[in-house]
């Protein structure tokens, strides 16, 4: 079955996979996102892969992305190395959870709530404007907190198939008003560990087209500095704006799926 969802290599192939792979970069380094949520959907789009095949690929294209949008963060202090360590800890397990959930709940219903979940979050964004002054210190309630906020975005990665960072960085604004800067390149460093976790468990169920993710992931990391660095130029409140259209765009995604899967039942 899975044979079946691997593309033959051609011309075409080689180059959805890098016009794929230069969009999800750009993306993830101005958003501090993992570019998942543009890459699954292309691949499944453009050159007919399976979801779970498709999911399987861009998560082992995440690696070398989220890589090089850390250290274009870090080079201007923009990453909290010990909270991102927390929060990969909680997510690492918290996906653990969310695979064992997986087939106890509704996908649908699931779909939906993270649909009016990324609302509250769009709308929060208009209203909280990050101050790029803002630091992410550890505190005994901030310490716990992110410990928290990892096992819930582990769960939801788990139960949903999204990347970390369209929960974290909003979360790390909103709710411990990090600096935007901060919450992207936290996000990225968090999302390292995490991918590799995932593609590990990927490539002994051979749910990952190797060739495919090598061509994304080498694209992305040409264009993922240059979108980090447009961030870095961006006002925090035209970034905030920024942000909600990517949000939409993702929530537009999940609730096209809730109604799908409510129809396919």
């Known amino acids: ?5 691997r593309p033959k290599r051609s011309a075409r192939f080689y180059a959805v996979c890098i016009g794929v792979g230069l969009l999800a970069g750009l993306m993830s380094g101005l958003f501090g996102v993992g570019g998942g949520t543009v890459i699954v959907p292309l691949l499944v789009l453009a050159l007919g892969f399976d979801q779970r095949f498709a999911a399987g690929t861009s998560l082992a294209a995440i690696v070398p992305t989220a890589s090089v949008g850390v250290i274009t963060y870090a080079v201007d202090g923009h990453v909290a190395w010990i909270p991102a360590l927390i929060l990969a800890v909680g997510a690492v397990g918290g996906a653990q959870i969310g695979t064992w959930l997986l087939p106890k709940l509704s996908q649908t219903a699931l779909r ?3 649909v009016a979940f990324l609302v509250v979050v769009i709308v929060s964004l208009y209203f909280v404007i990050p101050s790029r002054d803002a630091e992410l210190e550890l505190t005994w309630i901030t310490g716990p907190g992110l410990l928290v906020l990892g096992v819930i975005t582990g769960i939801l990665a788990g139960l949903l198939g999204v990347g970390g960072g369209i929960i974290v960085v909003p979360a790390l604004l909103l709710l411990f008003g990090t600096s935007d800067l901060i919450a992207r390149g936290t996000s990225l460093l968090m999302m390292i560990p995490t991918a590799i976790s995932g593609t ?8 990952v087209d190797l060739v495919a993710a090598a061509c994304v992931g080498i694209a992305a990391c040409t264009t993922t500095a240059l979108g980090a660095s447009l961030a870095k130029l961006v006002d925090p409140f035209v970034g905030n704006v920024l942000f909600s259209v990517f949000l939409v765009f993702i929530a537009t995604q999940m609730a096209v799926k809730a109604v799908r899967g409510r129809h396919q039942r």
């Not at 079955?1 to 969802?5: F, Q």
């Not at 590990?200 to 749910?207: F, K």
């Open 112 to 114: 939906w709530s993270f």
């Open 200 to 207: 590990v468990g990927n490539l002994r169920r051979s749910n």
């Open 1 to 5: 079955m899975i044979d079946t969802a």
